[in-house]
């Protein structure tokens, strides 16, 4: 009597777990993809949005940036006047302003304004580490150039861009001149798009338990199909371990859904593109 019992018991239990891993590995499964077709939408969206605010980074001031020297066609050096766009104009008007940090990334902004043309971008520079060498910034002057080196993703574009209009700037000038560019940010809907960007960044991590999620599944399978094949007391041990897989399934969709999609600080920001680019490592 009491072996029957085991034995409706372990039916029972086994019959829940299977149920229950099966659930979970199919949410699991899901929010993944979920995440994946998130994140493929909004990165499309930024890289055909990145232009546009290349486009507004260039608007011309009718100044001169500076003046270079370049080779006419019989190889004779000749001057000639590099236009002043208006990100370079905002970061010439706050470099004694505001904040050391923020002219790193104003910098950055620079750079891609003048990335169509290498030679003048380069000049432009040299140009900036002299300013922030002057202004007694060496780590981030030294930073300048490998940053500068590559063409910046509309991710990071874009984090950059956000980071700059949502801090609290002490300048006022800064703020003003952002002004434009934060309702372009709004218009377009861009913190959304790096909200889900950032979140798949965490969501991906979770992917390795989709294997775990996969061997529970096959295990809960098992032990549903041949539930009186094996001695009572294996039952119980394996599913000890089901009810172990299963609470670690749950704790990750747990996370997965608990997770702030947040923007990162500018510090955050900073870590994240030196990350990405090799050639400082």
Same mark, same amino acid.
């Given at each position: 009597?009491?072996? %029957?019992?085991?034995?409706?018991?372990?039916?029972? %239990?086994?019959?829940?777990?299977?149920?229950?891993?099966?659930?979970?590995?199919?949410?699991?499964?899901?929010?993944?993809?979920?995440?994946?077709?998130?994140?493929?939408?909004?990165?499309?969206?930024? @890289?055909?949005?990145?232009? *546009?605010?290349?486009?507004?980074?260039?608007?011309?001031?009718?100044?001169?940036?500076?003046?270079?020297?370049?080779?006419?066609? =019989?190889?004779?050096?000749?001057?000639?006047?590099?236009?002043?766009?208006? *990100?370079?104009?905002?970061?010439?008007?706050?470099?004694?302003?505001?904040?050391?940090?923020?002219?790193?990334?104003?910098?950055?902004?620079?750079?891609?304004?003048?990335?169509?043309?290498?030679?003048?971008?380069?000049?432009?520079?040299?140009?900036?580490?002299?300013?922030?060498?002057?202004?007694?910034?060496?780590?981030?002057?030294? %930073?300048?150039?490998?940053?500068?080196?590559?063409?910046? @993703?509309?991710?990071?574009?874009?984090? *950059?861009?956000?980071?700059?209009?949502?801090?609290?700037?002490?300048?006022?000038?800064?703020? @003003?001149?952002?002004?434009?560019?934060?309702?372009?940010?709004?218009?377009?809907?861009?913190?959304?798009?790096?909200?889900?960007?950032?979140?798949?960044?965490?969501?991906?991590?979770?992917?390795?338990?989709?294997?775990?999620? =996969? =061997?529970?599944?096959?295990?809960?399978?098992?032990?549903?199909?041949?539930?009186?094949?094996?001695?009572?007391?294996?039952?119980?041990?394996?599913?000890?371990?089901?009810?172990?897989?299963?609470?670690?399934?749950?704790?990750?969709?747990?996370?997965?859904?608990?997770?702030?999609?947040?923007?990162?600080?500018?510090?955050? *920001?900073?870590?994240?593109?030196?990350?990405?680019?090799?050639?400082?490592?």
């Amino acid at each position: 009597m009491s072996s %029957l019992i085991d034995q409706i018991m372990i039916l029972q %239990l086994t019959t829940v777990v299977y149920y229950l891993m099966m659930l979970l590995f199919l949410v699991l499964v899901l929010m993944i993809a979920i995440s994946f077709y998130q994140n493929r939408k909004a990165q499309k969206k930024l @890289s055909l949005l990145k232009p *546009i605010f290349i486009k507004f980074l260039q608007d011309n001031t009718g100044e001169l940036a500076t003046t270079i020297q370049v080779s006419n066609p =019989v190889g004779d050096l000749m001057d000639m006047d590099v236009p002043m766009y208006m *990100i370079e104009k905002i970061r010439r008007e706050t470099l004694n302003s505001t904040d050391r940090k923020y002219q790193l990334w104003m910098s950055i902004l620079v750079c891609c304004a003048y990335e169509e043309d290498k030679g003048i971008k380069d000049e432009m520079v040299q140009l900036i580490k002299k300013d922030m060498e002057s202004a007694g910034s060496h780590e981030d002057a030294e %930073l300048l150039a490998p940053l500068c080196k590559y063409i910046i @993703s509309p991710f990071n574009l874009f984090k *950059i861009i956000i980071c700059l209009v949502n801090e609290k700037m002490q300048d006022s000038v800064l703020n @003003s001149s952002f002004k434009e560019i934060n309702n372009y940010v709004d218009t377009y809907k861009i913190s959304s798009d790096i909200k889900v960007v950032n979140r798949f960044k965490l969501v991906i991590k979770s992917i390795p338990y989709i294997a775990v999620a =996969v =061997v529970g599944f096959i295990i809960s399978w098992l032990m549903y199909c041949y539930n009186d094949m094996l001695p009572g007391f294996l039952y119980w041990i394996m599913l000890l371990i089901m009810v172990i897989v299963v609470a670690v399934i749950s704790v990750v969709l747990w996370w997965i859904i608990g997770q702030p999609a947040k923007h990162p600080s500018c510090e955050e *920001i900073e870590e994240g593109i030196l990350a990405d680019i090799p050639a400082l490592f």
